[in-house]
């Protein structure tokens, strides 16, 4: 006694035989084949375009922690120069100006001016020291 199995219609080939397993993979080769390869193509352009985009994100990362040092560099600047103003708008500071480089004193203060007669090279007399009265020199 033969056990024959009974195969279904759909896979009964028009001779009337059960089709080869090498024809069923062709079939489904060609169902992959276009189908799978536009399912590959569509993979290739988002994965090509995820790593592209990860790529800008990493520069304009980069660009934005430059600019946050450089805002930082900016604000201590900003601080310093603050600093500087109000110190330059105190009156201590006017008042050292005015006396250092005016020469201008407050009322009733006497202002003394010393001078190093090695400097100029004259004494108070108006005289070389180096030399005698009338310029000449002493030895």
């Known amino acids: 006694m033969l056990n024959r199995t009974r195969v279904p219609a759909s896979r ?13 993979t062709r079939s489904r080769k060609r169902r992959f084949g276009l189908g799978g390869f536009i399912g590959l ?8 375009t995820f790593f592209v985009r990860q790529s800008q994100v990493r520069q304009l990362e980069k660009y934005i922690e430059a600019l946050e040092q450089e805002i930082q560099y900016y604000t201590r600047a900003n601080d310093n120069l603050r600093d500087q103003i ?3 708008r105190s009156d201590q500071y006017i008042e050292k100006v ?18 190093d007669p090695r400097a100029t090279g004259r004494d108070s007399t108006g005289q070389n020291p180096a030399k005698g009265p009338g310029g000449v020199t002493e030895r």
Do not use: F
């Open 12 to 24: 009964v080939s028009s001779t009337g035989r059960e089709p080869h397993a090498r024809d069923r």
């Open 41 to 48: 193509a569509l993979a290739l352009m988002l994965g090509i």
């Open 86 to 88: 109000n110190m330059l």
């Open 98 to 115: 005015a006396r250092e480089k005016l020469g201008l004193v407050k009322p009733g203060e006497v202002q003394y001016i010393l001078t």
